[in-house]
């Protein structure tokens, strides 16, 4: 489904059937004042399980000619461990992906997040306080990923210096959210990989709040996103940091326990 512009929403509107099946009168048209803190507080939400899609570009020099300067994406595990709306990340120099960013001269990389798309999640701005469900009185288009805030970060990636105050802070905290990680960060003994703890600072945000006749669509003023605090998000109970997005009990029964970590 395509995002309509703002004059093809109103003539819609103006069709009484589609008004009738459209928004709770109470939910009014997203306050941009609530814009930054919501997209910080995304970070924060539970229902992406701390994965996103870190996209880079292939150097000119890339030994197939055919993917040089073509965009490279993959699924990445990320946290939001760094001041100020910065991510954490482990960056394997396996991965095409980090070798794109850590190889460059740049050293850009832009990383989009999205929430469960699933009909039957509820979108926290539109679930009444306590409640997991969506309002009786939303339709059914108006459930699906579209209806949803997801937002594109645009930065540049930084190496957290191996045994600096900020790699073991990184370690720590991005440990906490995604305990299986353990088996490849730096340090880990079962893991044939290399891998560094990199920050991305986000330069230039984009978010898409949902369908643009109820949600903000835009970029962020990035000195906003830096300051927001997630709470300020109104978005009631629903933003609490997961202890981690892992199922503890998959990891009691089914998983190795971890190497101890050299760092520690
Ligand atoms: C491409 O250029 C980078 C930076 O100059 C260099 O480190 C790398 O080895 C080169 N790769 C190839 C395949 O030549
Ligand atoms: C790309 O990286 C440079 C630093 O290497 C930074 O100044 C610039 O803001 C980055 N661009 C984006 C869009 O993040």
């Known amino acids: 489904m395509r995002l309509l512009p703002p004059h093809a929403l109103l003539s819609l509107c103006s069709a009484a059937l589609l008004c009738a099946a459209g928004v709770r009168a109470e939910e009014e048209y997203e306050p941009i004042a609530r814009v930054p803190a919501r997209a910080r507080a995304l970070l924060h939400d539970p229902s992406h399980h701390g994965v996103g899609v870190l996209s880079t570009i292939y150097p000119d020099n890339h030994t197939d000619e055919a993917l040089r300067g073509a965009v490279c994406s993959g699924a990445e595990y990320f946290a939001p461990c760094g001041p100020e709306g910065d991510l954490v990340f482990i960056a394997l120099t396996i991965s095409q992906n980090w070798r794109n960013v850590l190889y460059s001269a740049s050293h850009n990389a832009t990383f989009s997040i999205t929430p469960d798309t699933s009909f039957s999640s509820p979108d926290a701005r539109h679930t009444a306080p306590g409640s997991h469900d969506w309002s009786p009185a939303r339709p059914a288009w108006r459930r699906g990923m579209p209806s949803k805030p997801r937002m594109t970060l645009y930065g540049d990636v930084h190496e957290l210096p191996r045994g600096s105050p900020e790699a073991h802070e990184a370690a720590r905290c991005f440990l906490h959210l995604h305990p299986d990680a353990r088996h490849w960060a730096d340090g880990s003994r079962d893991s044939p ?50 202890a981690h997005h892992a199922p503890a009990a998959l990891f009691a029964e089914n998983m190795p326990a971890p190497a101890p970590l050299i760092f520690q």
Do not use: C, M, T
């Open 193 to 242: 990989h290399e891998a560094r703890w990199v920050r991305l600072r986000a330069q230039k945000v984009y978010r898409v709040g949902g369908f643009g006749d109820e949600s903000r669509i835009g970029w962020i003023d990035i000195d906003a996103y830096r300051k927001a605090d997630p709470r300020d998000a109104g978005l009631g109970p629903g933003i609490e940091e997961p």
